[in-house]
């Protein structure tokens, strides 16, 4: 995940968007990983480069990608956000590398049982697209190359109720002995009831921006 403000610069218009960092994003991961043990990618360690190999060398069934999205006409100007491999630039995760991650777990005859997005508008694509993979945002394009299930946001989050949210959607779907797992649909409809019922994120903009995409068991 990305926490800190990173700048992305367009060689070809010379152009530069900035993108404020996510306060929330350090704890998330580390919630996260309570239920999800395996390698942790925060910061300047999350680049294009560190994703693309443990991805592949790593055996899972979910991933959890917490950081910026953006989308534009085409697929290379619709990305994740990432570090530089010099640490501190901007870099992209792109909705081809995106899919091509997916495409290599599904041929190993391993594919993503679950991949989260919890960034903002990550279910989002351009309806003016130039190109069917920028039409479907990130969230489609993982499901066409083989991710099962994709969780998703269709518009702006709150930092810190995402956070809220994905500890009571985890805590439901991998449960510790006390308690039996649900499905993910079930996860993620407790998880939403739980902010609803209280008066700090009872608002929708707290809870009702995740969907669920693709098998709901």
């Known amino acids: 995940g990305v926490s800190a403000p990173l700048t992305i610069r367009s060689d070809a218009n ?17 919630a996260v990983s309570e239920f999800l043990p395996g390698p942790v990618l925060l910061n300047d360690r999350f ?5 693309a190999r443990t991805m592949s060398q790593t ?35 792109t909705l081809d590398d995106l899919e091509a991650f997916s495409t290599q777990a599904r041929i190993r005859g391993e594919p993503i049982e679950l991949l989260t997005l919890s960034a903002c508008e ?4 351009d309806p003016n697209a130039e190109s069917e993979t920028a039409s479907l945002g ?11 299930s994709v969780l998703e946001s269709l518009c702006q989050v709150y930092d810190d109720s995402t956070l809220d949210l994905m500890i009571e959607f985890y805590g439901r779907l991998i449960p510790d002995q006390s308690s039996d797992a649900v499905s993910k649909a079930q996860a993620l409809r407790q998880a939403q009831l739980t902010l609803l019922v209280d008066n700090e994120t009872d608002h929708p903009a707290h809870w009702a921006a995740f969907i669920l995409y693709g098998n709901w068991l």
């Open 14 to 30: 010379e152009t530069e968007r900035s993108f404020t960092g996510l306060d929330a994003v350090p704890v998330e991961i580390e």
């Open 47 to 51: 680049t294009p480069q560190a994703l």
């Open 59 to 93: 055996r899972f069934s979910v991933a959890h990608l917490a950081t910026h999205a953006t989308f534009g006409r085409t697929a290379a100007d619709s990305f994740l956000l990432a570090y530089g491999a010099d640490g501190a630039s901007g870099s992209k995760i």
């Open 122 to 125: 990550t279910g989002v694509g």
């Open 138 to 148: 990130l969230a489609g394009v993982a499901f066409k190359a083989g991710s099962r």
